[in-house]
């Protein structure tokens, strides 16, 4: 059955799902047909899947196919990214299993141009607009935070002391179990977030933000080693603050622009996990499900949203409530071995749209 009937309720939640090419690591591709009932042909509404003989089809705002580039992608979103220059607080995340172009999407190849993607697009996007309106006034202030949300820990990515960008304190459900925590999540009243001990950076220039992104990833992979494969099981939350300021109508606007690459969605069993690995993969779980929950709890417009039930949820709430905008890519393998993660992440994906 398709979806259609759930997208007039919705407000301001959107979905849109990405499938990338077969790669030659990649076994034989799935039986999947994408409709194409839009003008341009990478771009449409439907997908199926075919399991077993048994066909499953979903419908989304939009559906990109493996010929849709990283522009025809951001040309769909520059809208989205543009609201948060005009003051709504923005959230864009990219789901799916390891391996399924979520930081293709949100990353995408530093090395060419081409292959920008979302991030540096819509950073660059945002300083040209804002560049463009001083004429009529406008200033801005742009501050930038990046964190990663590894097993319900937070570690700050733009911390100049390595050494004490992790969160080395335990949590159980979320409490500390020994000692202060860092990294302590509280909202004031005016809806804005503060992270103790967060490193926050003033930034003037899209070039600048660029700098930040390297030294950020950098000290992703420097978890990565030490971590095991730790950034596909680590959310990874980009944060623009921006405050705009008129000073001919004295008008003000605060807008937030947050770029979320989630944790891989893929389910436990396939991923084997014993110990450590148990304990991290029912991390991913609890706040892909709560994060899920979130969603849908507002999509529904019911009373009590859980958002206290993860980190990634906590930090977010008051950019996911009221008036913000959320959009949601679905990331997509499109080889037969995925099939099965496939359909979880197509079936999570319309539960939220
Ligand atoms: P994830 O972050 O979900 O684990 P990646 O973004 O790392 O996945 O993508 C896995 C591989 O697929 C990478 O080698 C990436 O360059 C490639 N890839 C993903 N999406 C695309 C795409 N749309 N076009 C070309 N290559 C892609
Ligand atoms: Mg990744």
Redesign the pocket.
Known sequence: KLHNTILELKGNIRVFC?V??L?PDDGPGTDMVLSYPMSTEALGRGIELVQSGQKYPFTFDKVFN?E?S?QDVFIEISQLVQSALDGYKVCIF?Y??????????MMG?PDAPDLKGLIPRSLEQIFQISQSLRDQGWNYKMQVSVLEIYNETIRDLLSSNRSSGFDSTRTENGVSVSGKQPYTIKHDVNGNTHVSDLTIVDVCSANEISSLLQQAAQSRSVGRTHMNEQS?RSHFVFTLRICGFNENTEQQVQGVLNLI?LA?SERLSRSGATGDRLKETQAINKSLSSLSDVIFALAKKEEHVPFRNSKLTYLLQPCLGGDSKTLMFV?ISPDASSTGESLCSLRFAARVN
Not at 96 to 105: A, D, L, M
């Open positions: 990405r990338r090419p790669l493996h849709a990283q990219a799916g299993q390891t391996g399924s172009g979520k930081t293709y999407t190849r596909s690459d891989g990331n």
